[in-house]
């Protein structure tokens, strides 16, 4: 089928299944199009608990698929291509936490919202990259086991007086930028333009940054700032979404496309197949989505 085509079949199985689309800011421009509501991870989880409909289409990583159906159980959770997934989340493993539980017993376990179900379900409690900081702040706890993403929790760690425990664990995406990009990017810059950063960059990375902020920060950020030119240090797909969001503004790459595979992979024959073939449904035992649902809750 040629794009209309795809277009109208999804649209009208849409409606026959019951179906909401979910998309991450990072997806490819057409799915962010097809999409009913497309956002940051904790807005798609947040909007999952929330809808109507009986099938939600979730296009993104395999974990947000993951805390979707955590989150709403009842509905059938889809997601269009079962290998778009996560490589940070699989840097680590339940048997990981727990030899570092082990090792660190007066440790809170804060678990960073990009990991599976399997993880989530040994933490404490999982936190967002725009909620980390007030996450680990609400703690009493004065040593914090912060997982999977050693920048993410770096980054947090130099406003915070507590006592971090790291797993090296990193997104291949923002952990590839180096100093000497970020070196030539500053020296070539007008002194107007804002650098605005996703915080799982490595922090020597994040030093050059303006602003540090999530997806969801970024957004909003564009939409209420007197400046008009923005160098966007995060995966491509948000200059997309910031373009449509926000389109008064300029925004400029760090000299390159930063591109997240996984991101990627679905396009919208994917979303067809998975609305007309049910593919790929997930599910969890319910002890694990319990337990993982019981450290989001927090």
Known sequence: MDKNALIEGINALKKEKNAIILAHNYQNPEIQDIADFVGDSLELAKISEKIKEEVIVLCGVFFMAETSH????????????????????????????LKLKEVH??????????????????SDICCTSSNAMKV??????????FIPDRNLGRNMARFIAKKFIYHEGFCPTHEEISEEEMRTLKDSLPHQVEIIMHPEVNPKIAA?????????????????SENRDFIIGTEMGMHYRLEKIAPQNRYFNIGRDMVCPNMKKIHLQDVYDALSKGTHLISLPADVREKAKAAIDR
């Open 105 to 122: 017993p007066k440790a809170a376990v804060v678990t960073y919202v990009n990991s599976t179900a399997d993880v989530k379900a040994v």
């Open 208 to 224: 050059y940054a303006d602003k540090l902020l999530s997806t969801g920060g970024i957004l909003k950020y564009a939409q209420i």
């Open 70 to 97: 955590m989150l709403a159980p009842d509905k059938q959770v889809l997601l269009p291509v079962l290998t778009a997934d996560c490589p940070m989340a699989r840097m680590i493993t339940k048997e990981d936490v």
């Open 136 to 145: 680990i702040q609400s703690l009493k706890e004065e040593e914090i086991i």
